[in-house]
């Protein structure tokens, strides 16, 4: 009886969080953040909105800060349409850019937002040139007699990352996260929502908690602002309920992170008198769900199901990504799935060496029968392969600035075929670079040499690989899926079965602390 009453009470504090009265209610704001087609959990996100507001106890919104559109076979096969049509029943308050919103490039980012039909909010994307943002810096909703401004802010990292998104093929600039004035910029919407009558700042922030290549963090973000009251913080896939930073006034600032998956729904709570409580609910753990996304994800997962669950191949080990703490350490060392996916490259292109960055293989694929959408899910962007021309030169160039952060885990890493070579961590240099030749041997790099090499458009247009191949000539242009690549490798050319020659990664990558 005694557990059943505590239940009870367990349930209670979920959907209420705070004691208010029917004169004072509380906001409740729930929030997620690099959900990445993790579809499932939408319903129950939505279901706890929906009980908190059958109470009426407080006023509930909910707010996206950014990272849904790609990340698996959902979004892949659909080019992001099936995530519009789940979001557009979420009725979100507010919704920012994360980096992977420019995928499929800015005219079907727009599209689907469009369809989504929530405010989308960035105070730093404009088109190259024009004086105004594209989207509006914030929106204000009013809860009860309090005011709440979502401003958005997009990670100007995001220009590298997807660089093929903002720049023609002649390298002009299509659009700009302005990353000169990414602070100012911000501040200047904090500023305009506060004359407006915003009583509370609340920071859409796809901004993340990790220093990235143009140096920006949240944290920093906040140091160089004042009048920020939350940071709902996305782009690096941690896991806290409440950091903090400290503002320009000297004001320690909340800043808070789901994760990735819509593992756990954050939920700030502000209470009548102004306060800030952040707290993470494990998404597993919610009771509720949303009829109408219900009936919608289970349509989707048929559809999805129908073209991914032909059996490609079978392997009888893990090919690896992340590790056990779900640390993708593609990013930072050899793998036995980077091997695999860079020697499919080279062959399907039948180039001297191949190239994929670590952060474009983004799931594990277990032991087992290998189907066609566990390969879409390790490889689910829209990207396609082409054989370009690279100098020796350019190739050391390329290896050293792309491994520059190890031990830091680097989206830019290079999983590599036909290729071998020393990576010294703390002076940050590569050494002892050697190219596999006809005969099985390898030899050392000749620099007065071309190769040919086999990438994806995004890693040539300058989306990956910090721009190192940008001005490469492109020696055969192919139509081929990166995706597709691997599924015809493993049919075609190791008939169906992985055999023992990828149970562990080969040796092409010697990391060494001098």
Known sequence: MMMKKKMVISMMTLVMGYHTTMAQKSIVILYENDVHCGVDGYTKMAGLRDAINSTDTAYVAVVCAGDFLQGNTTGAISKGQYIADIMRLMDYHAITLGNHEFDYGVPRMRQLLEQVGAPVVCANLYEAGEPYPIFSPYVIHQYGNKRVAYIGACTPETMILEGYSFYDTNGILLYDLKPKTFYQLIQQAVDDARAKGADYVVLLSHVGETTQSMGFNSHLLVNNTRGIDVVLDGHSHEIFENAKATNLDGKEITVTQTGTQLANVGKLLITPDGRFITQLIKTKDIPYENARITAVTDSIHQMVKAVTSEVVAHSNYTLVVS?????????????????????????????DIGFENGGGIRNDIVAGDIT????????????????????????KTMLTRCTALVPVLDGNFPQCSGLRFTIHSKSHTVSDIEILQEDGSYAPIDMTRTYSVAVTDYNHEGGGFFDCFKKCPVLQESSLRYYEALSDYLRKVLGGNTGTTYAKPQGRIRIIED
Do not use: F, S
């Not at 590790?323 to 180039?351: C, F, P, S």
């Not at 066609?372 to 030169?393: E, F, S």
């Open 372 to 395: 066609y959408g566990d390969i879409i899910g390790m490889l689910p962007y829209d990207n396609t392969l082409r054989r370009i021309a690279v100098t020796g030169p350019q190739l």
């Open 323 to 351: 590790d056990e703490n779900d640390q993708w350490i593609v990013r930072g060392e050899e793998t036995n799935a980077g091997d695999l996916v860079a020697d499919a490259y080279r062959h399907a292109m039948k180039a």
